[in-house]
């Protein structure tokens, strides 16, 4: 081979190196311009209603909502978490909250109380399932407006605070009214653990929070000293959690040094 085919073959690797940086610089160039032309439509949008709208507008709020249909258009899973959502869903996550010790369902405009938690600060007042809650702090607290979010809200709060409920009962033609002091509430993770039949336990787990390996393998150890050999794991309606506690729980089942669960990006 003579030196000027050396050199030749030399300068061919450089020349595609070359190449390959020139193409991601000029890739990144247009992607960046594609994002600035996209912030700066956005931006015009909301200039324009905020500006030139003929009513007052609450951008924060507008943005807020807007941000969830966007997602929308995306896979089930793309959600948007608010600061306040967020925040409830780490107290959910992290095995307990402060608040008065009920499960609850919106239903025809109005709070009812589908359970009293044992032991809670409600059943110690004597709320009971069934109730329905009307108002709150001698406040109206039914009709349209009502949701979920708004209803934590208004049930949550630091321990030892008091909440004054309004609840009608079937029973009863006139509301009833108690005065409930706020506590510890803890949250359950694993709510099921028993055998479907020989050989066979069912676990169902809700969410992966901070004490759920700690339910799940106690629900184990139950099931196993009645015999289980295989288990159901329910998963339907578990809304996630952490990734750590998922990963202990299928370590329970795979033999050692098998790989559980890689992530990307």
Known sequence: MTSGNKQSLTWVPLALA?????????????????????????????????????DAVNMDSLVERSIPEILANLDPHSIYFSEKDLQVANE?????????GISFQVMEDTINVIEVIPGGPSE???????????????????????????????????????????????NSDKPVYFNVTRGDIPLKSVDA????????GYVKVNQFGRTTYNEFVAGLAKLKTQGAKHFIIDLRGNGGGYMEMAILMV???????????????
Do not use: C, W
């Open 18 to 54: 070359a190449a390959l940086i020139a193409g991601i610089l000029i890739g990144s160039h247009f992607t960046a311009q594609r994002s600035s032309e996209l912030d700066r439509k956005l931006n015009n949008v909301l200039g324009i209603v905020s500006n030139e709208y003929v």
């Open 92 to 100: 959910e996550l992290s095995g307990s909250f402060s608040g008065i």
């Open 124 to 170: 110690k007042v004597g709320i009971l399932t069934g109730d329905k809650i009307v108002s709150v702090d001698g406040k109206s607290f039914v009709g349209e407006r009502i949701n979920p979010n708004m209803v934590r809200e208004q049930l949550r709060g630091a321990k030892g605070s008091v909440v004054r409920l309004g609840i009608k009962r079937n």
């Open 193 to 200: 653990a028993y055998m479907i039949e020989k050989n066979v």
């Open 251 to 265: 370590n329970e089942f795979l033999p050692a040094n098998q790989l559980i669960v890689s992530t990307k990006g």
